[in-house]
T-cell receptor, first 114, second 112 residues
Framework: KNQVEQSPQSLIILEGKNCTLQ??????????LRWYKQDTGRGPVSLTI?????NTKSNGRYTATLDADTKQSSLHITASQLSDSASYIC?????????????FGRGTQLTVWP | EADIYQTPRYLVIGTGKKITLECSQT?????MYWYQQDPGMELHLIHY???????EKGDLSSESTVSRIRTEHFPLTLESARPSHTSQYLC???????????FGPGTRLTVL
């Protein structure tokens, strides 16, 4: 069964600290993996996209890694800011369907305290 | 910021009422999607469309219906709202299947 599991479910850190969010997936055949940021009451916004051959990709203070062999990804946030408080969702796409089916994790709820 | 819009943003309505949630995008995308999301849970695909006059049901069974008469417009209708329909509804579009999906801000529906 194609699934996406994220950990931790929630995380509280102090402003300026770093953190790492985890994503494990069983989606096959794999096409790509995206990390989305979803602010409360808003729609998700894409942060990074990684394909099978990519190991690391950065977007400002966000760095995503992908290990396609172990089917694991992480999102590292450096020097956190209050505006980083949001839900971070791992989304995996398969290439076995004509729709390009997306599988969503439940997200990690990050809270940054001053 | 993606050019995809949803109205209303919030809706509180009584049981049995008919409602239509609006979704419009100005990017000319052929592919559009409706998702349902409960607090702390993952997004579930309830409807999608490959283009004009194309609509399909998603993975999560839903009593709602959709239409796609124009490329930019993908409204979702509930003929008779019930408390079990209380949820957040997110609309999205993409240039091609498998490409990045751009999400609207969502409609939070509460049925009393």
């Amino acid at each position: 069964k194609n699934q996406v599991e994220q950990s931790p479910q929630s995380l509280i850190i102090l402003e300026g600290k770093n953190c790492t969010l985890q994503c494990n997936y069983t989606v096959s055949p794999f096409s790509n993996l995206r990390w989305y940021k979803q602010d409360t009451g808003r729609g998700p916004v894409s942060l990074t996209i990684m394909t099978f051959s990519e190991n690391t990709k950065s977007n400002g203070r966000y760095t995503a890694t992908l290990d396609a062999d172990t089917k694991q990804s992480s999102l590292h946030i450096t020097a956190s800011q209050l505006s980083d408080s949001a839900s971070y969702i791992c989304v995996v796409s398969d290439r076995g369907s004509t729709l390009g089916r997306l599988y969503f994790g439940r997200g990690t709820q990050l809270t940054v305290w001053p | 910021e993606a050019d995809i819009y949803q109205t209303p943003r919030y809706l509180v309505i009584g049981t049995g009422k008919k409602i239509t949630l609006e979704c419009s995008q100005t990017m000319g995308h052929d592919k559009m999607y409706w998702y349902q999301q409960d607090p702390g849970m993952e997004l579930h695909l309830i409807h999608y469309s490959y283009g004009v006059n194309s609509t399909e049901k998603g993975d999560l069974s839903s009593e709602s219906t959709v239409s796609r008469i124009r490329t930019e417009h993908f409204p979702l209708t509930l003929e008779s709202a019930r408390p079990s329909h209380t949820s957040q509804y997110l609309c999205a579009s993409s240039e091609r299947q498998g490409y990045e999906q751009f999400f609207g801000p969502g409609t939070r529906l509460t049925v009393l």
